[in-house]
């Protein structure tokens, strides 16, 4: 039941974990029906005349096994009343050690950090380099060979493919003075390092070379995208490009100060020299000429225009009129290029306007009919929550004119997206597990009591995560709302034999005391069983496993601790519920009506 929700949730959530919601789902049903008619005609006809274990002459190791199992057994069940028993009588001092338990591991949490997805070492670095704008072909490929030659000495490198005249920073035109170097490291299980620790090598290694501005990232084959400098990004908007430049730049200086941070770039950063014509309005009006007609006139001198069409067997061919190609190669061209005015006069252009050569963007983005400007970076060593934390610390301080806005984007937008819509699943898992077992219980205090056994499993949950230095993910809270089906199970399975004994007249405590023992070895093989199918998702150490290990450990702290603590303190949660009802029961029928729950009696301290 938990799982459906997944599959209407939104994003890039349902193109990851769609598939194995509907999966998991339709096994599920597929067990019931089993579970429901396979099983029982099974039992019927092959579980017949069981001899004793003890007696049993063949198989000998596998009977020394299971009679060790059986002992064990025992021994723990006799431990498990005791501490059941122990807890009936000291009701407030039980919740009380729960409830540290469970407050102690959301302390947890600012440990643990918080990411979107778990990096996937594939051993995938992508390499830009950018040289001075105008740089040739040749001289770029002779930089990006002396790089290729330094990347061939790393140890853990398998192979480097070089483009020379592609994008640049911020992956816009193509330029000649702009190259790409893709490194393919060695399988993961035959190298010491990780990715990213490489890519620091490779960081620290291409600073040393003149000339070239390099930008070193992760490539994840996952998403199809590089890490660098979109792990954390913000967005700048506003009215105008020279104030969006001046705060875009202090906003890089405090990201860089930001422990954790490499490869700090903006979108402005990619720039290119531009010729700059500034019309004098007033002198252009003299002659009668507007902007417009100047920049026309400018235009036609540069590109010239199509004059007409000659059609020649049935072929069309375009004629156009232009300037020598030399035009517009200096100041000079620029300068002398004659425009013609209403009036008739021939004018100058240099007599109406100044040119001059500036760095513009390569290119102007606008979201919602405002420029903005992108401010990123990468993650090393750090998780991507609290860096990003500290980030939005640091602009805090930051004063902006009226009309200016920070906003978060690319991995922090679509993780605060995610985290949402996954809020929203796990309330609706919660509701539809509740409608479940209050249909199942006819009751609905019992599936209220039931649901305690969810908070339990956050102790064990968190506390693996810490352990295993694994920051919270989407696979991660994929993993918490799983639990909400996984947990309940035990949960319901002890609760319901307790309403059992107790409509057979047993008292309450009497009824605990019986039912615990009793369903200790089933709660305990769900349990084992769910753990064990986990481990190999857990220390599974090939390419793309990172994506797995946050759910399997999210699953198996919280089934381990839950199962716990639901044997000892959900029994205890029970006897207060129990007795609230008895009185609310009580209350209502004025004192003339017979129990209908028989209590037993509870000490308390």
């Known amino acids: 039941m938990v799982f459906l929700p997944i599959v209407f949730a939104t994003g ?4 990851i974990f769609n598939d194995m919601a509907l999966t998991v789902s339709f096994s599920l049903l597929s067990s019931l029906l089993v579970a429901v008619t396979l099983v029982p005609m099974l039992c019927s006809k092959l579980v017949r005349n069981i001899e004793p274990i003890h007696t049993t002459k063949k198989f000998g190791f596998i009977n020394r096994i299971i009679l060790w199992w059986e002992n064990g057994i025992d021994r723990l069940d006799d431990i498990y009343r005791k501490a059941l028993k122990w807890a009936l009588n000291h009701r407030r001092r039980t919740i009380l050690i729960a409830l540290a338990c469970f407050l102690s591991s959301l302390v947890l949490i600012p440990f643990i950090g918080l990411e979107f997805l778990p990096s996937s070492d594939e051993g995938i670095i992508s390499i830009n380099v950018a040289l001075p704008n105008g740089t040739s072909l040749e001289n770029t490929n002779l930089v990006v060979e002396q790089i290729e030659d330094n990347l061939l000495k ?70 199809g995208s590089s890490f660098g400098g979109s792990g954390i990004t913000y967005t700048l908007s506003g009215p105008d490009m020279v104030t969006l430049r001046q705060i ?64 020649q067997n049935g072929t069309e061919t375009d004629i156009r009129v232009a300037y020598p190609d030399t035009m517009g190669e200096n100041f000079d061209e620029l300068n002398s290029i004659i425009i013609k005015s209403p009036t008739g006069a021939n004018v100058v252009l240099g007599s109406i306007a100044d040119i001059t050569i500036e760095d513009g963007p390569v290119s102007i983005s606008r979201s919602n009919q405002q420029r903005y400007v992108s401010v990123s970076c990468d993650v090393f060593g750090r998780d991507i929550g609290s860096v990003s934390s500290d980030i939005t610390k640091g602009f805090a301080g930051l004063p902006l004119p009226a009309g200016y806005t920070i906003e978060q984007a690319g991995q922090l937008e679509m993780m605060t997206d995610s985290m949402n819509s996954l809020f929203l699943v796990a309330i609706l898992a919660i509701i539809l597990v509740y409608m479940v077992m209050a249909a199942q219980f006819e009751s609905l205090l019992y599936p209220f009591v039931v649901m305690f056994s969810i908070p339990l499993a956050t102790t064990g949950s968190l506390l693996f995560l810490f352990i295993a230095r694994v920051a919270i993910s ?5 993993g918490a709302i799983m639990l909400v089906g996984i947990v309940v199970n035990n949960a319901i399975v002890l609760i319901d034999y307790i309403n059992t004994l107790r409509g057979r007249g047993m008292g309450l405590n009497e009824a605990i005391l019986e039912a615990g023992p009793v369903r200790l070895r089933p709660i305990l093989m769900t349990a084992l069983t769910t753990i064990l199918g986990l481990l190999p998702l857990m220390f599974s150490f090939s390419e793309g496993s990172e994506l797995e290990q946050p759910l399997a450990l999210m699953v198996m702290g919280g089934l381990l601790s839950s199962t716990l603590l639901t044997l000892v303190v959900l029994p205890v949660i029970y006897t207060y519920f129990s007795n609230l009802s008895d009185k609310i029961i009580k209350k209502l029928s004025g004192g003339n009506t017979k129990k209908i729950q028989m209590e037993a009696g509870t000490n308390e301290e």
Do not use: W
């Not at 890039?12 to 193109?15: H, M, N, S, T, Y």
């Not at 989407?474 to 994929?478: E, G, K, M, N």
């Open 12 to 15: 890039v959530i349902v193109k």
């Open 154 to 223: 790393v140890q853990e490198m398998e192979s480097v493919s070089v483009t020379v005249g592609t994008g640049g920073l911020m992956g816009n035109t193509a330029e000649s003075s702009h190259a790409t170097v893709t490194c393919q490291l060695v399988e993961k299980s035959k190298r010491n390092r990780g990715s990213d620790e490489v890519a620091d090598e490779i960081r620290k290694m291409v600073r040393t070379i003149p000339g070239a501005d390099a930008t070193v990232s992760l490539v994840s084959p996952m998403t």
């Open 248 to 311: 875009s730049d202090e906003m890089e200086k405090i990201v860089e100060r930001v422990d954790g941070t490499r490869e700090v770039a903006s979108s402005l950063d990619d720039a290119r020299p531009e010729v700059e014509i500034s019309v004098d309005r007033q002198k252009a009006a003299n002659f009668g000429l507007s902007g417009y007609q100047v920049a026309s006139a400018v235009r036609l001198a540069l590109e010239g225009t199509v004059a007409t069409t000659l059609k």
């Open 474 to 478: 989407i696979p991660a809270v994929i």
